[in-house]
């Protein structure tokens, strides 16, 4: 069995073995240590982030004007009507069929949309549909009333998004 007292060697048993002035010593090695090796990560951050703000601000493209009014109304409107013939070609039984024929937004207000697609029966067939603020409707008397020999914005062009 081993004394209590014995003076064999344990593992982390070398501190306590130091003299007061050897710990100082080993104490303020590893302290100017590790300032060191935070002085040269702050050192190699500072040039880092110096060039790459100097490829930046040589790579960085013209401002872009400011909208105007009548491009924001656009942009509204195409979204709008992008929204109301995906919502359309969502709620058909075979949406791979959906084809826009033609999208018109009238006034602002009301969109008259013209499409193909297959019903259940496997035909092709060629409807109409009318969304606004009061109506959502396939009804002939509401494209009647609402899209029939009136002109507005085409957004035909929108069935290449779809």
């Not at 069995?1 to 003076?7: E, I, Q």
């Not at 110096?50 to 942009?75: G, H, I, L, W």
């Not at 069929?97 to 018109?104: C, G, K, R, V, Y």
């Not at 499409?115 to 109506?135: L, P």
């Amino acid at each position: 069995m081993t004394d209590k007292h014995s003076t064999s060697y344990k593992a982390g048993n070398q501190w306590a073995r130091m003299s007061v002035p050897s710990r100082i010593g080993a104490a303020l090695g590893a302290i100017f240590f590790i300032v060191g090796l935070g002085v040269l990560a702050m050192f190699w951050a500072s040039r880092a982030v110096q060039s790459s703000s100097v490829r930046y601000t040589a790579t960085t493209p013209e401002a872009k004007p400011a909208r105007t009014p009548e491009q924001v109304k656009a942009d509204r409107e195409i979204n709008i009507v992008l929204a109301g013939a995906r919502w359309l070609k969502e709620s058909m039984k075979k949406p791979e069929s959906f084809e826009l024929l033609s999208a018109t937004m009238i006034e602002g207000k009301v969109i008259c949309y013209e499409y193909r697609a297959r019903n259940s029966f496997n035909d092709r067939r060629t409807e109409r549909y009318v969304i606004s603020d009061n109506v959502s409707s396939s009804k002939p008397k509401d494209w009647n009333r609402l899209c029939a020999g009136k002109s507005g914005t085409d957004y035909t062009h929108a069935r290449s998004v779809l």
